[in-house]
């Protein structure tokens, strides 16, 4: 072999080597494996979990509040490596983890992912929200209700409302608003400013139960009052939430109650405030007038039962329009409203199939709660159908 040959063949070792290390120096800095976007999820909340561990003094101590570690701190500790380096495809990654206290006092985190153009972890309120093509103004589906008035306008969609003025609600008999938790199928009501979903349960607490069964000296029996809490005293509709939201009662077909919904559940505000039966007004304004602040489980107000509706004749809570192209009049049984009756001590709303009757408090009837999914539920599959129901994403 002459020199030039030898010069050749010594370039191209060289730059082997140089490949070889470059490629050694690359695993040890990356880990060296390629991983999907869902596991390097996984791996984001894997080294937050290592990192609160070795700075417990991160965790937030009060129910309901989060603390967020960005992907660049995890770096820098060594909890994890690049998570550009991580990636299949050629992108640049960024993230972080929500770790948030729920009302039960455990941890969820909650990974948040960012890598280019080629993926980004979905919320499930923004997808269901794009799914419904940002609210409608016509016909079965989102709308929007600014200051308790729902947009009729394509034009003023998305225009203004924030806070407590803003809300998405479901209305009509053709939405696409299943979510499954488990073998727990929910049903969104409404979806507020802060992306908190409102769920009411598909199914029912198994064992009929009073409103309240309690003596009332108003008719001089033992027929109920309606009121919902006051002074820390629970009406027998509130313990029988409470204690379907702590797994202790028989559900439809025992199916058992899902605990990771606690991990997804945020705390509410309850109106539970008393209609009578010729109101007219669907905003919430009538039942919201007392609230019951702080609630992580109860049933659903009047108003959001009127709210379902498109008919425009459901112009107060015992009209039989009210059953019309709603499709919380579907569950076709008897459950318990929220919503006392103003006009008497001794009722409250009750929905009978496909129209909802003021009805004695001690009437025995389905409890079917509703529960505040926090907007850290992160979307991992369905389409809201009741055959293809959307699936939340847990990383625990």
Not at 142 to 168: A, H, I, K, Q
């Amino acid at each position: 072999m002459d020199k030039k040959m030898l010069k050749y063949v010594g370039i191209l070792v060289g730059l082997i080597v140089l490949l070889v290390i470059f490629l050694l120096l690359k695993n040890a800095f990356t880990g060296g494996a390629k991983y999907s976007y869902p596991d390097i999820e996984k791996k984001l909340v894997t080294a937050a979990k290592k990192y609160t561990k070795d700075f417990p003094g991160t965790l937030p101590t009060t129910p309901n509040t989060s603390f967020t570690v960005s992907s660049r701190v995890l770096e820098e500790k060594g909890y994890i490596n690049d998570l550009t380096g991580y990636a299949k495809d050629d992108v640049i990654c960024n993230g972080s983890v929500e770790v948030f206290m729920t009302t039960s006092g455990n941890y969820n985190y909650v990974p948040e992912l960012i890598c280019g153009g080629k993926y980004e972890t979905i919320r499930l309120a923004n997808k269901v929200i794009e799914d419904n093509d940002y609210g409608t103004v016509i016909g079965s589906g989102l709308y929007e209700r600014v200051n308790g008035v729902f947009t009729t306008d394509y034009n003023y969609l998305g225009m203004s409302g924030t806070g407590s003025d803003f809300e998405y609600v479901f209305r009509g008999d053709e939405v696409n608003n299943y979510v499954k938790i488990d073998d727990n199928l929910w049903r969104i009501v409404s979806i507020n400013a802060e992306n908190n979903m409102l769920l009411i349960f598909n199914d029912y607490i198994q064992k009929g139960s009073a409103w309240d069964d309690r003596y009332n000296e108003d008719v001089n029996k033992y027929q109920g009052v309606n009121i919902y809490e006051q002074n820390g005293i629970k009406s027998r509709a509130m313990s029988q939430a409470e204690s379907f939201y702590n797994g202790t009662v028989v559900l439809k077909d025992r199916v058992k109650y899902s605990e990771k919904t606690k991990y997804l559940t945020t705390t509410m505000d309850l109106c539970i405030g008393k209609r009578s039966t010729t109101d007219s007004d669907m905003s919430g304004k009538i039942e919201c007038q007392e609230v019951l602040q702080d609630q992580y489980v109860g049933l659903l107000p009047a108003y959001y039962y009127m709210s379902a509706s498109l008919d425009p004749s459901c112009n107060s809570i015992i009209s039989k329009n009210c059953g019309n192209y709603n499709y919380l009049s579907q569950f076709n049984d008897y459950w318990w409203l929220l919503t006392g009756n103003s006009e008497n001590t001794n009722e409250a709303y009750h929905v009978s199939q496909k129209k909802v009757d003021s009805t004695l408090c001690n009437f025995k009837s389905y409890i079917r709660p509703i529960i505040m999914l926090g907007s850290r539920a992160a979307y991992e599959s369905g389409t809201g159908t009741l055959n293809d129901p959307y699936i939340v994403k847990f990383y625990e």
